[in-house]
C-alpha cells in the first residue's frame, strides 16, 4: 500500500495527542478519589465520559489515513496483494489483541515461563515483526518464530468463561478490534474504489448490521458470534472508522493545493455525524461497553470536531512548531502503544521497585498528576525509539 506522498502534520499531531490521552487514562483507570469523568461510563449508563472518547478516536484516526495510504492503489480495485495486506494487518492486531486480553488469566504455576518473561518475549515479537526496515527480512522471520512460540506455550486459569488453559479468543481486545474494523473498511474501501457516494452506502450498511443484529432482525449464528461479536465488531466499530474514512476523503480532496477547502465540509461531516447519533440515542442510548450506534456517530462527530482545529493549526495555518513533541507519538503509534505495558514487563522482570508510581494509591489530584508525568515519559521514550530507528508498522 503505498504511502501518501506528503505526511498530514495534523493527522499525526492529533493521533499524538489521542495516544497521549490513551495513556493518561489508562494509568488514571482505578485510581481512588478521581473525578468521575475520568473514569469508563457504565454498562448501562447513557452518556460518554472522558476515557469513552479515546478508542472511537483512536478508530476515527486509523479510518481517515486509509484513503491517503490507498490514494494509488483505490482505482485498481480489490486485488489479491492488496487483500493480502489487509489481512496481514489486520491478523496482526487481531492476534496481538487476543494475547493482551486474555494476559489477565495467565497462569504462571501451569505455565512454563515466568508472567513478565512471558510477557517480555511477547513484546520483543511484536517489535520484530513490526519494525520498519528497509531490508527486514531475517528479523520478521525471527519474529515470527517467536510469536509461534509465544502463542503455543501460553497458559491460563480455567474459568466458566474460559474453559481452556490455552490462548482463546475471550474477546478480541482493543487491538483485535481495530484489526477487524480495519479489514472490513479496507476491503469496502477498495470493492467500491474510494467512491464517496458508495463510501456513504457502506456507513449506512454498517450502522444496518449494527441495528440489524441487535434488533434481532438480522440474525447471526451463533457459532459466527461466538467468534466475533457481528453487530458491534463488524457493526458500529466499523462504522467508526467508515466515518473517518469518509473525513479522510474530505482531506484527499483538498490536498495540497487548497488545504483550507476542507474545513467547512469536515465541520458539516462533523455536526451530520454528531446529529445522526443523537437521533438514535432513544433507540439504542451512548454506551461504549456495548459499543452502540449512537455512540459511535456522537463520539465520531467529536473526534473530527477536535481534529478540524489541528488541521487548520497544522495544515492550514502552517503553524507546526507547537506539536512537534507530539509527532513521534503519531507517526510511530503502535510502538507508543505498547511501551508503557513494555515498561512495566523488563522492570518486573528485572525487579525494579515500581518507584515511578509513588502517587497511583493515593490517587486524587497527586495521582493524576503521577500519571501525567509518566504519560509524557512514555511519549519521550516513543520519541527516542523512533529517532533511534525503531519504528513499527505493519
Known amino acids: 500500500m503505498a504511502a501518501s506522498a506528503q505526511r498530514l502534520a495534523s493527522l499525526d ?5 489521542v495516544i497521549l490521552a490513551m495513556i493518561w487514562v489508562n494509568y488514571a483507570a482505578g485510581m481512588p478519589s478521581i473525578p468521575y469523568w475520568l473514569e469508563h461510563a457504565g454498562p448501562h449508563a447513557d452518556g460518554i465520559t472522558v476515557p469513552d472518547l479515546v478508542f472511537p478516536a483512536f478508530l476515527f484516526m486509523a479510518g481517515m489515513a486509509l484513503p491517503l495510504a490507498l490514494r494509488r492503489d483505490a482505482a485498481g480495485g480489490l486485488t489479491l496483494p492488496l487483500l493480502g495486506r489487509l489481512l496481514w494487518r489486520a491478523g496482526s492486531l487481531m492476534v496481538a489483541g487476543a494475547v493482551m486480553a486474555e494476559a489477565w488469566r495467565y497462569d504462571e504455576a501451569a505455565a512454563l515461563l515466568p508472567r ?13 515483526l513490526w519494525r520498519q526496515a528497509p531490508e527486514r527480512g531475517r528479523v520478521f522471520w525471527l519474529g515470527a518464530a517467536l ?3 509465544v502463542l503455543v506455550l501460553f497458559r491460563g486459569k480455567v474459568s466458566g468463561d474460559a474453559p481452556s488453559p490455552y490462548l482463546q479468543h475471550s474477546w478480541w481486545g482493543i487491538l483485535g478490534m481495530i484489526g477487524w474494523a480495519y479489514l472490513v473498511c479496507g476491503v469496502l474501501y477498495l470493492l467500491v474504489r474510494g467512491q464517496d457516494a458508495a463510501l456513504w452506502g457502506c456507513l449506512l450498511l454498517l ?3 449494527y441495528m440489524g443484529g441487535t434488533d434481532g432482525w438480522l440474525p447471526v449464528p451463533a457459532v459466527v458470534q461466538d467468534f466475533v461479536n457481528v453487530p ?3 457493526g458500529s466499530t466499523a462504522a467508526n472508522v467508515m466515518a473517518g474514512v469518509l473525513a479522510g ?12 477547502r476542507a474545513i467547512w465540509p469536515l465541520v458539516a461531516l462533523a ?3 454528531f446529529a445522526a447519533g443523537l437521533l438514535l440515542r432513544p433507540f439504542y442510548g451512548i454506551n461504549k461497553i456495548h459499543a452502540t450506534a449512537p455512540y459511535t456517530l456522537v463520539c465520531s462527530g467529536i473526534t473530527l470536531a477536535l481534529f478540524v482545529q489541528f488541521y487548520w493549526l497544522c495544515d492550514v495555518q502552517g503553524w507546526r512548531r507547537w506539536c512537534a513533541w507530539l509527532l513521534p507519538a503519531g507517526g510511530n503509534a503502535l510502538f507508543a502503544y505498547i511501551v508503557p505495558d513494555v ?3 523488563l522492570a518486573a522482570l528485572l525487579h525494579v521497585p515500581r518507584f515511578w508510581w509513588p502517587f497511583w494509591q493515593q490517587g486524587g489530584m497527586a495521582g493524576l498528576f503521577n500519571a501525567a508525568v509518566l504519560s509524557l515519559a512514555m511519549i519521550g521514550l516513543t520519541a527516542l525509539a523512533s529517532r533511534a530507528g525503531l519504528k513499527l508498522k505493519m
Open 147 to 149: 510469536m509461534g512460540i
Open 343 to 345: 515498561w512495566e514487563q
Open 207 to 209: 450502522l444496518a448490521l
Open 271 to 273: 455536526l451530520i455525524l
Open 13 to 17: 499531531a492529533f493521533r499524538g495527542f
Open 249 to 260: 476523503r474530505l482531506l484527499l480532496a483538498a490536498q495540497p493545493a487548497a488545504p483550507s
Open 232 to 234: 458491534q465488531v463488524l
Open 116 to 128: 513478565a518473561l512471558y510477557f517480555t518475549l511477547f513484546y520483543c515479537a511484536m517489535l520484530l
